[in-house]
């Protein structure tokens, strides 16, 4: 498939790609926030400078772009441009986020992982996914890892 823009102005676009302070994130933050939870933000030393960190419950949250971490969900479609380097891209993105979270878990910290397609889905259905309540719940529980997308907490 061609791109609809020329490589210039695509370059700029990508470019412009936070990431930090997302618009996911900052759905998940002020949530989280509203419901009186506190967090620190990308704390550095923490490998990965995860998105949130809840030291009261020893636990890390990461919010996910499906894109740039290739998840399995209708929001991922891989580029038909440059395809060899965005496989790249995203396959040391996966292994990135597998190596930062095994030494989170080495380091006593529970990990939650949030979807940006289970945030989309909580905007858009009828029924919307209640993030919050999912989050909320996986920090008043045990479990060492979770992932919430739109299929919900798992």
């Keep these: 498939m061609v791109d609809v823009v020329d490589s ?3 370059s700029r676009m990508m470019s412009g790609i936070r990431s930090k302070n997302t618009k996911p994130e900052i759905v998940v933050r002020k949530g989280l926030h509203a419901s009186g939870f506190r967090y620190r933000l990308h704390a550095p030393e923490i490998p ?3 998105d949130l960190v809840l030291p009261k419950y020893r636990a890390l949250i990461v919010v996910h772009g499906c894109f740039w971490h290739g998840h399995d969900c209708r929001h991922f479609k891989k580029p038909g441009t440059n395809a060899i380097f965005w ?3 995203i396959e040391q993105n996966q292994q990135r986020d597998k190596r930062n979270l095994a030494i989170q878990r080495n380091r006593g910290w529970r990990c939650l992982v949030v979807w940006e397609c289970a945030i989309r889905a909580s905007e858009r259905r009828e029924k919307p996914l209640d993030i919050v309540s999912l989050m909320a719940q996986w920090l008043a529980g ?5 992932t919430i997308d739109e299929q919900g907490l798992s």
Excluded: E, F, L, S
């Design 142 to 146: 045990t479990a060492v890892t979770g």
């Design 8 to 10: 210039a102005t695509r």
């Design 48 to 50: 990965g400078k995860p």
């Design 87 to 89: 496989a790249q891209k």
